[in-house]
């Protein structure tokens, strides 16, 4: 018994000395407890894509092989300053270390003033996206985004960025190399030389395909009109990776990427990884305009799509959701929202949310008068933003 009170004394001593030391050097605690977390990138490794054991589905997973769904937000239009505002330090910190994303998606757009308009300007804000999530370890997925017009083939997509050959050196080689690409190979193709090498860089080669063909035609669309495009992109992304772990390319379908069971019968080719195909398809939805449960026996319009493209051997990702209605605004659907993410989790689908908009709209997680750059104000080292300072879809 004595023996037990001396211990117990002996503990409250030690745990007494320990609080006096957290209290008097609170950083050091941080340290160490920021030291033992690891980064998104250091759990999973260069990840890929495998036949998960259990439900035999196309799976991504981590550098062993073990299924992982990695989860994390997509930047605003990033020609805009609603949408730029985010690539600086403090504001990358508080996504990889308070909010814990896994993903930043690093939304391209072409048109709309985007990298048709400036394409130099575009690229660099590209790739400073993908070094700050890089130095945290985040995945970077590099999105083309395809939105209007529609088709992915528009000449207004494939001439984008080519004047880059007279001011890019890099640009100007490939061309050489290979005097037939366009606009949208010339982009992945560089990026591909020059990142492909790193694990935590995926392509998404066209976000959103849409206005080409009707639900009842679907998978001919996809055929004639789309697999062509996310073909010519695909061979030009594998032609330019300088090693020999393929990164994981992601194809937008048809209707605003939802007739994501589309390409089943005829999938993108990876020769170099065939009957081991490192292509995902995309698929988005909008919590108040595509519920989960839509029918009345109990299946779900969108969801029955995610499952027949699982069963047809297709790999999946949500590269796009959002709170609100499709237009980017309305709502927040906020329970409905939550059916979709137990879906993803249960079927472990990789997501990131629409978006890092700093813009009165209900998708966007910022306010318009969000801090661009967060502080730290619970003293744990981490830059974050509060509450109030957050949309209720960032909250
Ligand atoms: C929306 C933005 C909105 C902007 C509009 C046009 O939220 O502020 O005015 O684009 O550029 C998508 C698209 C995505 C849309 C989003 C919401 O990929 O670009 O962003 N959405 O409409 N697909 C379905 C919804």
Request: aromatic share 10%.
């Amino acid at each position: 018994k004595l023996g037990m009170k001396r211990t117990s004394k002996r503990l409250v001593a030690f745990a007494l000395t320990l609080c006096m030391v957290i209290g008097l050097c609170p950083a050091t605690a941080q340290i160490a407890n920021a030291a033992e977390e690891k980064t998104p990138y250091e759990k999973y490794g260069d990840v890929k894509i495998t036949t998960d054991a259990t439900t035999g589905y196309r799976q991504l997973s981590d550098e062993n092989g073990n299924p992982i769904q990695l989860k994390g937000m997509s930047t605003f239009g990033l020609q805009w300053t609603d949408g730029d505002w985010v690539l600086n330090d403090s504001a990358f910190d508080a996504l990889a270390k308070d909010w814990k994303c896994d993903i930043v998606r690093l939304a391209m757009y072409v048109t709309e003033e985007g990298y048709a308009d400036h394409p130099a300007e575009l690229l660099n804000k590209m790739e400073q996206g993908i070094k700050m999530a890089t130095d945290r370890g985040m995945y970077a997925l590099i999105d083309w985004h395809v939105l209007s017009p529609g088709d992915p083939m528009s000449e207004k997509y494939l001439s984008a960025g080519e004047s880059l050959i007279k001011t890019n050196k890099e640009f100007a080689k490939i061309k050489e190399e290979h005097p037939d690409y366009r606009g949208p190979q010339l982009f992945f193709a560089y990026l591909s030389e020059k990142y492909g090498d790193q694990g935590n860089v995926l392509f998404e080669t066209a976000n959103e395909p849409n206005g080409l063909g009707t639900e009842e035609n679907a998978a001919d669309t996809w055929k004639n009109k789309i697999l062509p495009y996310h073909q010519s992109i695909l061979d030009a992304i594998r032609t330019y990776d300088n090693d020999d772990k393929a990164n994981i390319i992601l194809c937008g379908t048809d209707n605003w990427s939802q007739f994501v069971d589309a390409p089943v019968a005829n999938p993108v080719q990876d020769k170099q990884n065939a009957g081991d195909e490192q292509v995902m398809y995309g698929f988005h939805f909008y919590a108040g305009t595509h519920d989960v449960k839509t029918q009345e026996d109990g299946t779900y319009w969108l969801g029955e799509k995610i499952k027949s493209a699982l069963k047809g051997g297709l790999a999946v990702f949500c590269s796009e959701w959002g709170t609100s209605e499709a237009t980017g605004d309305g709502g927040p659907y906020i329970n409905y929202s939550q059916r979709w993410l137990d879906f993803l989790k249960d079927n472990k689908i990789s997501w990131c949310a629409w978006s890092l908009g700093r813009k009165t709209e209900i998708s966007a997680a910022m306010k318009k008068d969000t801090p661009i750059e967060p502080t730290d104000h619970n003293n744990d080292g981490i830059p974050d933003w509060t509450m109030d300072e957050l949309s209720i879809t960032g909250n």
